[in-house]
C-alpha cells in the first residue's frame, strides 16, 4: 500500500462492506441520533470536547463538502463518554465559506452535543450514511490515539454523514471505540415515593 492509500479511507454506501462484527455493525447502523442512543446506554452521558478551531480537512473529506481539493475548515473534534468510558471519537469539519445563518449554533457548542442540534432543527437534512474501517497510516487513527493518550489499536470502524442547512454543508465523522460494544441499555429511575 502506498502513503497515500494509507490517508485515505474506503468510505462505503452499506456497513456490510466494512464487514464488521455483528454488535459493532448494530451500533455503526443505529437510525437517528447517536447522542440519544448513547445517553439510553449510560447513567452519564458527556461530550468532551477536544478542540474547535481553523483547520486544513483531511483529502478524503474534500470532495465530501464540496471542496475541489483539501483546504480551510471550520473543525470540531470530540469524545462522547458514557459513565466516564470514552466510546465514541467524533470529527466534524464545515467549509470555511458557510455563514452563520447557514449553521448557527457551530460556534457556541462547546460542550454540548452536535447530534441534539442537527436531529431536532427541522432546516436540517441528513444526507446518506458511508462506512468504513480506518486503519494505521489515516490521520483519524492518529487523532483517536492521541485522544485515547496513546492508545494504539490498529483498526476502528467509522461512519460520516454530510448534513445540509440552507447553502451550507456539514460533515460528521463518527469512529466507534471498541468499548461502545460493552454498553447496555441503563436500567430506569426507580421511583421512590
Given amino acids: 500500500m502506498t502513503g497515500r492509500s ?5 468510505w462505503q454506501p452499506h456497513a456490510g462492506a466494512v464487514r464488521a462484527p455483528a454488535k459493532m455493525r448494530d451500533w455503526l447502523t443505529t437510525e437517528g441520533s447517536l447522542t440519544a442512543r448513547l445517553m439510553a446506554h449510560s447513567e452519564r452521558f458527556r461530550v468532551r ?3 474547535q478551531n481553523a483547520a486544513t480537512c483531511l483529502a478524503d473529506e474534500a470532495r465530501a ?3 475541489p481539493r483539501a483546504g480551510r475548515v471550520w473543525e470540531r473534534e470530540v469524545l462522547l463518554e458514557c459513565d ?3 466510546v465514541v471519537f467524533g470529527h466534524t469539519v464545515v467549509p470555511t465559506g458557510c455563514t452563520a445563518s447557514d449553521w448557527p ?3 457556541a457548542l462547546g460542550e454540548r452535543s452536535l447530534g441534539t442540534t442537527l436531529f431536532y432543527d427541522p432546516l436540517v437534512r441528513r444526507g446518506q450514511l458511508e462506512y468504513a474501517r480506518i486503519r494505521a497510516g489515516h490521520p483519524l487513527l492518529e487523532r483517536v490515539h492521541a485522544a485515547l493518550n496513546g492508545r494504539n489499536d490498529s483498526l476502528y470502524y467509522a461512519r460520516r454523514c454530510v448534513y445540509r442547512r440552507h447553502q451550507g454543508l456539514l460533515l460528521v465523522t463518527e469512529v466507534f471505540l ?3 460494544l460493552s454498553l447496555t ?3 430506569p429511575q426507580q421511583n421512590t415515593k
Fill in 49 to 51: 470536547r477536544l478542540h
Fill in 65 to 67: 463538502i464540496g471542496l
Fill in 84 to 86: 466516564g468510558r470514552p
Fill in 178 to 180: 471498541p468499548e461502545v
Fill in 6 to 10: 494509507l490517508r485515505l479511507a474506503a
Fill in 185 to 187: 441499555p441503563a436500567k
Fill in 105 to 107: 449554533l457551530f460556534s
